[in-house]
């Protein structure tokens, strides 16, 4: 029998192959439900732990990642000269952050390379910082900077005069590891700049200052979206320098025309009041530009470092050198005080003197016949004093050296002069025992003669020249000498060290010297010029260094002077390193000064 077509398309039911039981059904999913249900608990469990337990530790995280102190620095204290001038003030300064683990720090790099030194870098927390970038840098790299860089404005320091008062002001720079680890107590933090030297280190404690802060959110980059709280900064005290900010640019001007004209390595100059000790002008040739410290350019340091010219050298300070006839200031008077001489005595001074074969020469090969000496002085006769100091057949008395070497001493020479700034020299005041100790020789009567006039071993720097010429100035008080208005002067020493009547007597020899028959042929007509205003003055050649193929000796020039010659105000020493004679020399710069200085300061 045929089965027809529909039958054929009739689906028998599925028979299922599956043996499990009900019973086997309902466990497997109580199973699988237990399963479910622990895993939602361990979940549970740590959401709980996490928000409940942990939660305050990873909300620190989160605000430490979001919430930032950025330093407010305080701005530095002014320094202002005499008058008021300012010296050093502070502008805007720009720094540039980069993240440490930005992953464009590369490129970042690369952009700020165009602007900036990238190995200046300074590591801070979680950043590299370029500090120190100027105003017109700042300008030129904003429009195309990257978003992950971050800029911030703070204080640089900014010196108006920078040649003219290097030495002096000194400069600030970035703290050193070595310097930091002995001033975190007192505040200081890596990034702080520090005086380094100058006023600027000798002052630092009253220019600081105290930097604030800043609580902020922040974003990713690490820039600021809000300040949360903030503790203000408190600038540093403004300092009041002792110095004549004018009498300062001219002098230096005056100096750099004077080093041309002589052909001077170099040259100092300072000038003081002689009654209170503050110092009017202090001027180094050549010198440098401070701003590049306050800007850490590293490689315009290394440049100056290397100069052969040596303009970081305070040759005021740190330069010690053969005095020459200025030290004759001192032979005069300890002569005087050690009764030695008096007003009246006179001593046949020739054009030389020999001692065996030895023979030493006077400035003045035909000599100057006999003297007193206030003549000797006005003349500055080397025979003369060869024969007061270091004795003669025809003078038997003589101070000698160890009694020169006292009074040399007195003045201030062989020691430094208590202005407190970095570097300063002692120079070198040679006596018997000295020379035994240091050169295993003798002392022969040959070294008390050159000793006399400054010459041989005897170095001094330009400050204790016009320290010595202060002492004859204000009638015979050596006074340390100051750089801040208005410091207290108990410690001023009271005792005079010379008498009036000694100081009268080189007082009048040195106003001899800026007369026709002195020495100092430059001012001779000074009086004339400013009516009332007489000087008195003393010029030195002092010889250095080895012969020329003519047996002569390179020779420094100085020149020493002060004004009124009753009432002294100002005491003005001029020195040119290997700059030929003090009279043909140092004078004329001293008197181009000075004329301004008395003449309307135009």
């Known amino acids: 029998m045929k089965v027809s077509s529909i039958e054929h398309l009739k689906i028998n039911p599925i028979v299922s192959n599956d043996n499990c039981s009900i019973e086997d059904k309902i466990n497997r999913t109580v199973i699988l439900y237990v399963f479910m249900l622990l895993g939602i608990s361990v979940l549970f469990y740590r959401l709980v732990f996490l928000q409940a337990v942990r939660g305050g530790y990873f909300r620190l995280l989160s605000d430490e990642n979001r919430i930032k102190t950025k ?108 310097v930091l680890s002995g001033k975190e107590q007192e505040g200081y933090m890596p990034y702080d700049k520090i005086g380094v030297t100058g006023v600027e280190k000798l002052f630092e404690a009253a220019l600081k200052g105290r930097d604030g802060s800043s609580l902020y959110e922040s974003n990713v980059q690490g820039q600021m979206l809000r300040e949360i709280s903030s503790i203000s900064p408190v600038n540093g005290g403004d300092v009041k320098l002792t110095i004549d900010g004018d009498l300062q640019i ?81 032979a005069a008077s300890a002569l005087l005080e050690g009764g030695v001489v008096s007003e009246d005595t006179k001593i046949e001074a020739p054009g030389s003197i020999s001692i065996g074969s030895f023979v030493y020469k006077d400035w003045e090969a035909s000599g100057h016949g006999e003297l007193n000496i206030v003549r000797a002085l006005a003349e500055s006769a080397d025979t003369f004093f060869y024969k007061a100091v270091g004795g003669y057949a025809d003078f038997k008395g003589s101070l000698g050296p160890e009694r020169l070497s006292l009074w040399a001493r007195k003045f201030g020479f062989g020691e430094i002069s208590g202005i407190n700034l970095d570097y300063e020299e002692p120079g070198l005041i040679p006596d018997p025992v000295w020379k035994a100790e240091v050169k295993n020789e003798p002392w022969y009567l040959g070294d008390s003669y050159i000793t006399a006039i400054g010459q041989g071993d005897v170095l001094a720097t330009p400050l204790q020249v016009n320290q010595a010429m202060s002492v004859i100035a204000n009638g015979g008080y050596v006074i340390k000498p100051i750089l801040r208005l208005g410091e207290n002067r108990t410690n001023v020493p009271k005792d005079k060290i010379i008498s009036d009547k000694t100081a009268t007597l080189v007082k009048e020899g040195l106003r001899e010297a800026c007369l026709p028959h002195g ?17 008195g003055c003393k010029t030195g050649t002092s010889e250095f260094g080895e012969k020329n193929l003519y047996g002569e000796y390179k020779t420094h020039a100085w020149f020493s002077v002060f004004a009124p010659f009753d009432k002294p105000q100002i005491v003005l020493t001029v020195f040119l390193e290997g700059g030929g004679g003090g009279a043909e020399d140092a004078a004329p710069p001293a008197r181009e000064i000075l004329d301004w200085y008395f003449g309307g300061r135009q």
Do not use: C, W
């Open 250 to 330: 001219k002098s230096y001007e005056v100096l750099e025309k004077a080093i041309k004209k002589s052909g001077a390595t170099g040259a100092a100059l300072v000038a003081q009041d002689p009654n209170s000790g503050e110092v009017l002008a202090l001027v180094s040739y050549p010198s440098f530009d401070p701003n590049i410290f306050a800007k850490g350019n590293s490689s315009d340091y290394d440049l100056l470092l290397n100069n052969p010219q040596k303009p970081l050298f305070d040759r005021v300070l740190m330069g010690q050198y053969p005095p020459g006839s200025v030290f004759k200031i001192v």
């Open 519 to 535: 020495t100092a042929y430059p001012f001779f007509d000074f009086e004339d010029k400013h009516p009332g205003i007489f000087v």
């Open 71 to 178: 330093v407010v620095a305080a701005y530095r204290g002014i320094i202002k000269d005499r008058n008021d001038k300012v010296l050093v003030r502070n502008v805007p300064s720009f720094s540039v952050k980069v993240r440490k683990d930005s992953s464009s720090l590369q490129s970042d790099l690369a952009y700020l390379s165009k602007y900036v030194n990238v190995s200046d870098a300074v590591s801070v927390d979680d950043f590299l910082v370029f500090y120190g970038v100027d105003r017109d840098t700042a300008i030129k790299m904003q429009p195309n900077m990257p978003s992950s860089l971050v800029m911030e404005t703070e204080p640089m320091r900014q010196y108006l005069y920078p040649y003219q008062f290097a030495h002096v002001l000194g400069y600030v720079s970035s703290i050193p590891e070595d």
